[in-house]
């Protein structure tokens, strides 16, 4: 992409030094481009967030970020339409208008990254609910007895198959003699999921069956959203998404647990195309959406 400009978030500056920064790489970025002041900006934010009224209600990851106007903010210091997203959101976006659902009307798309993520298109509608906090996918429960996840609930897909979780996991068995391959790839670091899927490929099996339980659960929640918005296609997005098939393939093994036959048969899953530029892409989309309305 031409005309691409970068800078570090540096979240511990608090929320104004970070909206200021933003301001000044869209206006970098507008005037290299030599774009005119009608041209709208989309933003892809971590959630949860309010897209109606353009607020970040609070985001774990940045310090400070408690009810923060962000479109208000930016609209002020870029005098241009400014239009916000929680970046599951701008991904099932992104992936709809230039990835691997290009023009495909029901849509999940799941962001699978130290999080999990995603949104949900039926009938070529972005589904975000009354106050616009949907789709929370990756907090959908796949198990009453299963571990705490980092929302508060009990048995949610992300404490399954969210980076954390794999994390998690993995170190637990590292502990035992089991885990001595992965101890020895992680060389005293974190065993983060890439150092399980590496484990994985290596044919260890201990890491297998972590990615098993992990897939195994990405199947019963697959199943759930097939059940319930009978999709074209699954794309699967994020970091954790590159394991590939120690993961998906057994999600693709039990799907016939989960849902109806009739609704599978119509169903593609399917890697996401645009990798880390999903987002990027998907706010450009959200922007070009509310343009077309
Ligand atoms: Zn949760």
Request: glycine letters at 16%; one cysteine or more; proline letters at 4%.
């Amino acid at each position: 992409m031409s005309n691409r400009l970068m800078s570090p978030t540096r979240a511990e500056r608090g929320p104004t030094a970070v909206i200021d920064g933003m301001a000044e790489l869209i206006n970098c970025t507008s005037d290299a481009a030599g774009l005119g002041g009608d041209v709208s900006i989309g933003v892809a934010s971590p959630g949860p967030l309010n897209p109606r009224t353009g607020t970040v209600l609070c985001t774990p990851n940045l310090p400070g970020w408690r009810h923060i106007p962000l479109v208000d903010h930016l609209q002020e210091r870029t005098r241009r339409t400014v239009y916000l997203a929680n970046d599951g959101n701008c991904g099932a976006l992104g992936e709809v208008r230039f990835g691997s659902a290009k023009g495909v009307q029901d849509l999940i798309y799941l962001a699978l990254g130290t999080g999990v993520g995603g949104g949900i298109v039926s009938g070529g509608v972005l589904i975000n609910g009354v106050r616009g906090l949907g789709a929370e996918v990756g907090h959908v429960g796949v198990s009453m007895n299963g571990p705490r996840c980092t929302c508060g609930s009990v048995g949610c897909l992300e404490a399954f198959v969210g980076g954390w979780a794999i994390q998690c996991e993995a170190e637990a068995v590292a502990t035992t003699a089991d885990g001595k391959l992965m101890r020895d790839l992680a060389k005293d670091g974190p065993i983060h999921a890439g150092i399980v899927a590496r484990a994985a490929d290596a044919g260890d099996s201990a890491a297998t069956l972590i990615l098993d339980r992990a897939g195994h659960a990405l199947g019963a929640a697959m199943g759930a959203f097939i059940n319930i918005f009978n999709p074209r296609m699954i794309v699967i997005g994020g970091g954790v998404a590159a394991i590939g098939e120690h993961l998906v393939g057994p999600a693709r093994q039990v799907l016939p647990m989960y849902c109806f036959v009739d609704m599978r048969a119509v169903l593609t899953i399917a890697y996401s195309s645009l990798g880390n530029d999903t987002g990027l892409f998907g706010a450009a989309a959200l922007a070009l959406a509310a343009i077309e309305r």
